[in-house]
């Protein structure tokens, strides 16, 4: 965007901030494109596109009033995108989103070639994203309209949420994948008599298990992997590629010959009821509750009687939740009064770790691990449960340790971790110990040891969670479910069945065993010790959508 233009649209604006109406219908007319095709490409033509763009215009209506400044419109409004698709993602089963309303929708990568009548490699590579993972095609939708001159870095960056160093990290695997992809393509175009044997039962519909099968027949065949033709980098190739136009029905002042969003709000074929009240509100007014903050990131803030929601706490943030008292609810007097113990009990249990811990010095001995009671603790896995996918999950039971042992692969893809989740918690859980010698991110030379390196990436924690150990010990007494909600980063959990002795064994192990530092003990031997980041007494359909401090 130009000097000139920039200019204009930072007035258009500011109006329509100031509730001019025609220039709301501007900002969204002219921005609409923009987030159709990120959306669009992220969801490779869904049937939900439809929803997940109006859903964001809405808010970016809805909220445009508390816009700071409007140079930052654009980072601002893709990071609205990005936020709306993930929520979407969490919202509903992996296999519903695959399996469902996916076989009804357009294919955007067609809709990519047809619409913008793409030939040759350009084609290949609008053709390769169907091959390409769920977040890999959100990477790309922010990448493609980067190489293409639609964002920058700083404002790709800020859209995924990551800093400009784990973008670069994470835009090289991606256009890695985005090659295999392109030679998946390339070999299904070619005459190679060995995949035509291969694929003699394939569907069409491209899926991670026949992208690894075909990719390593690629590897291993010389007539698959003879490129007749130079291959173009990609990012040479979408230099200069237009955004791909909105289906009739989507557009409104535009497709309705100049009409306000007044009068398209009777006439509009493609927007929701939301959307078009939205839009003929007499102003822009900020919604309780939402509220913007420095780099672009869309906070949501519950209403005082609304339910807790998962939040991930940040520098910039200044505000605390609100309670979860609904204001004017009369206080009842107890009658009879709980006792001392009962009000202690209700009271303590619970506390959940607000702050990221800083490792302990590797020299300092841990404190002594309080002896809890310990009948035994079962699992619906047995001796030792290996869950290294996403969807796998261990119910315990019993009284007494479990031991956690953490695994995580940013050699094999690296990017943004999303923690494993206790649901269905019956009784009490605590977190009493840390141990295996090691925290995830302590170093052992130029690069980290278990959360990246530049050589390999890096696997991002959640903002405000704890770092894990290599070995994290939990002591429940009662019944609990730990899920894997792989997403993302590589990772795994061994979960086993342990004792006090064995955990009692791990923190003491020094410096001078071979190891880089002593454990740490959590254990305060009371309620007060406290309980996992991410528990709930509650059963989600989606377990990682539990909030990183529940209320149990």
């Known amino acids: 965007m130009d000097e000139a233009a920039g200019r204009q649209w930072r007035s258009t604006i500011a109006a329509a901030q100031a509730g001019d109406r025609q220039a709301l219908d501007e900002v969204v007319e002219g921005w609409l494109p923009l987030v159709y095709n990120v959306v669009g490409r992220a969801l490779n033509g869904h049937a939900d596109v439809d929803d997940v763009v109006q859903e964001t215009m809405l808010r970016a209506v809805d909220n445009l009033g508390s816009l700071r400044d409007p140079d930052s419109f654009r980072s601002w409004l893709v990071a ?99 090659e295999t992809a392109r030679g998946i393509v390339r070999a299904l175009d070619g005459a190679c008599p060995g995949l035509r044997e291969l694929t003699a039962r394939f569907s069409g519909r491209p899926d991670s298990v026949w992208r690894k099968r075909l990719a390593r027949h690629i590897r291993g065949c010389g007539y698959c992997g003879d490129t007749r033709e130079a291959v173009v980098p990609a990012e040479r190739l979408l230099v200069g590629i237009a955004l791909v136009p909105v289906p009739v029905g989507f557009t409104l002042s535009l497709a309705l010959g100049g009409k306000t969003a007044v009068a398209a709000a009777a006439t509009s074929v493609g927007w929701s009821a939301k959307v078009m009240a939205a839009l003929t509100q007499p102003a822009v007014a900020v919604t309780a509750g939402a509220t913007l903050v420095a780099g672009g990131a869309y906070v949501v803030t519950q209403p005082p009687d609304s339910p807790p929601r998962a939040t991930a706490p940040t520098a910039s943030s200044t505000a605390r939740p609100p309670s979860p008292t609904p204001p004017g609810t009369p206080t009842a007097t107890p009658s009879p009064s709980p006792s001392p113990s009962q009000t202690r009990k209700a009271e303590l ?3 959940v770790v607000d702050a990221v811990d800083r490792a302990p010095d590797p020299n300092a001995e841990p404190a002594a691990l309080p002896h809890r009671p310990e009948s035994g603790v079962t699992s619906t896995w047995g001796a030792k449960a290996v869950m290294q996918h996403r969807g796998e999950a261990v119910t315990l039971s019993g009284q007494g ?63 405000g969670t704890q770092q894990m150990w290599q070995n994290e010990y939990f002591y429940v007494d009662g019944s609990v479910t730990l899920h894997q909600n792989e997403r993302g980063a590589d990772y795994g959990v061994i979960v086993f069945p342990s004792t006090w002795e064995e ?15 002593y454990g740490l003990v959590r254990d305060t031997g009371k309620d007060t010790a406290p309980v996992p980041q991410y528990v709930t007494r509650e059963t989600p359909t989606d377990p990682a959508t539990v909030a990183q401090r529940s209320r149990v």
Request: avoid cysteine; proline fraction near 4%; charged fraction near 25%.
């Open 401 to 463: 340790y479990v031991l956690v042992r953490w695994q995580i692969s940013p050699q094999s893809r690296p990017g943004a971790l999303v923690m494993p989740t206790w649901t269905g918690l019956k009784g009490e859980l605590f977190h009493v110990a840390s141990g295996g010698g090691r925290r995830m991110d302590d170093t052992t030379g130029p690069d980290t040891t278990g959360m990246g390196g530049p050589a390999t990436g890096y696997t991002v924690l959640p903002d």
């Open 80 to 178: 609205i995108a990005m936020r709306q698709i993930r929520d979407r993602a969490r919202r509903r089963q992996p296999a519903h989103l695959d399996e469902s309303a996916a076989h009804e929708a357009t294919d955007f990568a067609e809709l990519t070639v047809l619409r913008l009548q793409l030939e040759g490699q350009r084609r290949e590579v609008a053709q390769a994203v169907r091959w390409l993972d769920a977040e890999d095609r959100q990477l790309l939708s922010l990448w493609w309209l980067e190489v293409a001159g639609e964002l920058t870095r700083r404002e790709l960056a800020a859209a995924a949420g990551i800093s400009r160093q784990h973008a670069a990290v994470r835009v090289q695997r991606l256009k890695e994948r985005l």
């Open 349 to 351: 249990y619970g506390t």
């Open 503 to 517: 955990a009692e064994k791990d923190v003491r192990t020094g410096p001078d065993q071979g190891v880089i530092r």
